[in-house]
């Protein structure tokens, strides 16, 4: 999938290993503790890392607090906007929509049986994790369940797809799944690190090309980050405060600083 690069798949059974996915700059490969310090001097090889799963990608989002997620009937500021695209009959009818995240099987079962998703036939539904199919659902995790319902409440008409994965890698084979049920639209909450120069070039830029070069298209969800600007992976956000009129923001308190990580 994508363009797979013939150096790193030598250097990886130089190495002793396998490859699992990947393409266009990042891959998934199980090679031998011993060996890592050769695959790291090998031809075509930048760097070799521990790879982040999709688990540990998401911890760095704060968690939403109950009550900001709505959960039942769309009521109140919520229908508001979108109410006039329903009275005319825009309801997302003939739309599939592919959501990739985390889902607990039982809650969605129950946002099913009350209402508040469509029903999802497994045929809708996929995992895959270093290149191989899982089951789908993950206990607990429910951050996926609350974006399918923001979803059905803006599209209800939509055909939704939802597929959980492992790594970054899995998305290729993830985005193929997608694009053979006929998905055209893809919404994807997983922050993963960044791995491009950020002029939409690099391996995750690579997988978002991908996706649209199957006529998907994507979009990312962003809004969850401004919870807890303090936190990590947030982004500030907060009124204008100058307390001692010099004209200098104050980001928090009498702090005119903004540290900046990456």
């Keep these: 999938r994508g363009k797979l690069d013939a150096s790193v798949t030598a250097a990886v059974r130089q190495s002793g290993g396998s490859l699992k996915g990947g393409a266009n700059g990042v891959y998934l490969a199980t090679v031998p503790n011993s060996s890592l310090r050769t695959l790291g001097a090998a031809a075509g090889i930048q760097s070799v890392a521990v790879p982040m799963d999709v688990e540990s990608a998401r911890s760095v989002v704060p968690r939403v607090e109950s009550g900001q997620v709505e959960r039942g009937p769309v009521s109140g500021q919520n229908v508001a906007a979108i109410a006039p695209w329903h009275a005319t009959g825009l309801r997302g009818a003939g739309s599939k929509v592919g959501l990739i995240a985390l889902f607990d099987p039982a809650t969605l079962a129950t946002e099913i049986s009350s209402g508040e998703l469509p029903a999802i036939p497994a045929g809708n539904t996929t995992c895959i994790s270093a290149a ?7 206990v607990g995790q429910t951050w996926g369940n609350s974006l399918a319902e923001i979803i059905a409440d803006g599209a209800p008409d939509a055909t939704l797809y939802l597929a959980e994965l492992g790594y970054r890698t899995d998305y290729y ?38 996706a649209v070069s199957k006529g998907i298209a994507w979009f990312n969800t962003a809004g969850e980050l401004g919870f807890n600007y303090s936190a990590p992976g947030t982004y500030w956000r907060a009124a204008w405060s100058a307390t001692d009129n010099d004209k200098w923001l104050n980001f928090k308190g009498a702090d005119e600083s903004l540290t900046v990580s990456y």
């Design 132 to 138: 191989v199919t899982c089951p789908f659902g993950t």
């Design 173 to 210: 084979q993830v985005i193929d799944w997608m694009a053979s049920k006929g998905v055209t639209i893809l919404v994807n909450p997983i922050v993963w690190t960044y791995d491009g120069p950020g002029n939409g070039t690099g391996p995750s830029a690579a997988i978002v090309d991908y």
